[in-house]
């Protein structure tokens, strides 16, 4: 402790210094948990991108929903999601991933033949937040390239990973005109326990509402959301839904 001429005693310049040291790095502490949740909240949110437009789900009134299905496509889970498509004459748009569409042409060709929209979910499923403009390109060209090679001429718009962006995919697809597309109903449980088809059927029917974009994974042999696409399909055209492709919703 430090004295003055008056014998009162005040902390010594080291301790000032110290405190003043732990204040600075309890405030950088604090700004960089700020950043790290502001980060991860851009990267997670399905209605909002940096750059570019995007697309969650469509405001109507009309009872009308897209129904879209990510990754592969895979051959040997083709009959169990096609059949039901067909069976039911509803059109759905696939995110398929570049290295399936060249692993998997015949799923491919029935995919096109039925009269499904084809949307591009980068080469191999990476995430795309903290990416380079170069590997942006290296996901989404040969893709591209990859579905018209199959013969498909439609629209195609463009459905990150699990919905992840943060800076370049954003700017890439702004630069090059083109449409984010997630989801605004996705209820496939990824926590590894078991879920039933009809816990799924459920919550996907009960969070569907006008202008949904509702997401499935069926590939890779997920019975349970294979199974569930029929029943979420009935249950939805009992209440009165309407089933068009992405680019039919945003119309």
């Given at each position: ?15 000032r ?7 600075a ?8 948990l700020?950043?790290s ?5 851009v ?18 009134d009309?009872?009308v ?5 990510d ?10 999601v096609?059949?039901v ?25 029935r ?21 380079s403009?170069e590997?942006v390109?290296?996901e ?28 370049t ?17 996705a209820?496939?449980?990824?926590s590894g ?5 009809g ?6 029917v ?10 499935l ?21 009992e ?6 492709t ?6």
């Open positions: 402790m430090s004295q003055n001429s008056s014998g009162t005693q005040y902390p010594s310049r080291r301790k210094r110290r405190k003043k040291l732990v204040v790095v309890a405030v950088i502490v604090v700004l960089l700020v950043i949740y502001g980060t991860k909240r990267i997670q949110t399905r209605s909002w991108q940096i750059a570019g437009e995007l697309v969650s789900r469509v405001e109507t009309e009872k929903v897209a129904l879209t299905f990754d592969g496509p895979t051959d040997a889970d083709a009959d169990a096609l059949d498509l067909e069976d039911r004459d509803v059109p759905a748009t696939f995110y398929v991933n570049g290295k399936d569409v060249e692993g998997n042409p015949t799923t491919m060709q995919i096109i033949d039925d009269g499904h929209e084809i949307g591009n979910h980068t080469w191999s499923h990476r995430s795309m937040a903290f990416v403009p590997t390109a290296e989404i060209e040969p893709t591209d390239e990859a579905i018209r090679a199959t013969g498909y001429d439609g629209p195609l718009t463009f459905r990150p990973p699990h919905g992840k962006k943060l800076l995919l954003p700017l890439y697809l702004a630069e090059h005109g083109r449409l984010t597309v997630t989801w605004d109903v209820y496939e449980d990824w326990d078991p879920q039933s088809t816990d799924l059927v459920s919550a996907t009960e969070n569907t509402r006008p202008g949904s974009i509702i997401l994974h069926p590939w890779f042999g997920r019975t349970a959301t294979q199974e569930a696409i029929g029943p979420v399909i009935d249950q939805l055209k209440q009165g839904y309407r089933f068009v992405v680019s039919e919703l945003i119309g």
